[in-house]
């Protein structure tokens, strides 16, 4: 597709609720991470997949989050139990993987904005 | 661990001002520094970004970034500022150990007023 996208856009959550969030990366592209955007600040890394593979979870806050990429290409980020800390935007973004990873450019979706109230 | 600081929180400038919005990172090792731009309404988009070579970097939209390692900053400039640089901006941050995942700062708001 022409660029990342995520669904739903908007999510509003009762405290308890699980909840689901979609992220469609570009295609093609081997890197997808997640972060987590609170009010007035920059994103926080949660957790990052290559192809498959989850390589790295360690921004997860806790054991109610969960994210999966089965077949390497779409994923989702499962919050069971939503508490109020939960509420968020939470942002995908997928890089393409060539040469030295860590300069890779990001390329970011336009967010699913969860109020758990 | 890694870390950004943008002492900037929200600027106001008026068109045709000169900008420079501040970022400063604290690692040891070798960094990767991006700048991002959110416009309201859009999402997250690359600005420019430094990995070696050439310290002044420039991106989209006339803006520029200067690599200075001594002082661990990566400043954001634009010599004359439109109505439509109206944004959230980010300086970010990778090292250089296979590690991608992006740290940000906190953001600085800026304001254009025609």
């Known amino acids: 597709g022409a660029g990342v996208s995520q669904s739903p856009r908007y999510k509003v959550a009762k405290r308890g609720q699980d909840v689901a969030l979609r992220c469609d990366p570009i295609?093609?592209?081997?890197?997808l991470f997640w972060y987590q955007q609170a009010l007035g600040q920059g994103p926080e890394f949660l957790t990052y997949?290559?192809?498959?593979?989850?390589?790295?979870k360690s921004g997860l806050p806790s054991d109610r989050f969960f994210a999966e990429r089965p077949e390497g290409s779409v994923s989702t980020l499962k919050i069971q139990r939503t508490q109020q800390e939960d509420s968020a935007v939470y942002l995908c973004?997928?890089?393409?993987?060539?040469?030295?990873?860590?300069?890779?450019?990001?390329?970011f979706g336009p967010g699913t904005r969860l109020t758990v109230l | 661990a890694q870390s950004v600081s943008q002492h900037n929180h929200h600027v106001i400038l008026s068109e045709a001002a000169s900008l420079e919005l501040g970022c400063n990172y604290s690692?040891?090792?070798?960094?990767?520094l991006f700048w991002y731009v959110q416009y309201p309404g859009q999402h997250l988009q690359l600005l420019l970004k430094?990995?070696?070579?050439?310290?002044l970097v420039k991106g989209i939209k006339g803006f520029e970034a200067e690599f200075i390692k001594s002082k661990f900053s990566f400043n954001l400039r634009k010599p004359s500022v439109q109505w439509s640089d109206t944004a959230e901006y980010f300086c970010?941050?990778?090292?250089?150990?296979?590690?991608?995942?992006?740290?940000f700062g906190t953001g600085t708001r800026l304001t254009i007023i025609p």
């Open positions: 997949f290559q192809n498959e593979a989850q390589l790295d």
């Open positions: 973004a997928s890089s393409q993987r060539q040469g030295a990873s860590s300069t890779d450019t990001q390329y």
């Open positions: 690692y040891g090792g070798t960094v990767n």
């Open positions: 430094y990995f070696s070579g050439d310290p």
């Open positions: 295609s093609g592209h081997v890197s």
């Open positions: 970010a941050v990778t090292s250089n150990f296979g590690n991608e995942k992006l740290t």
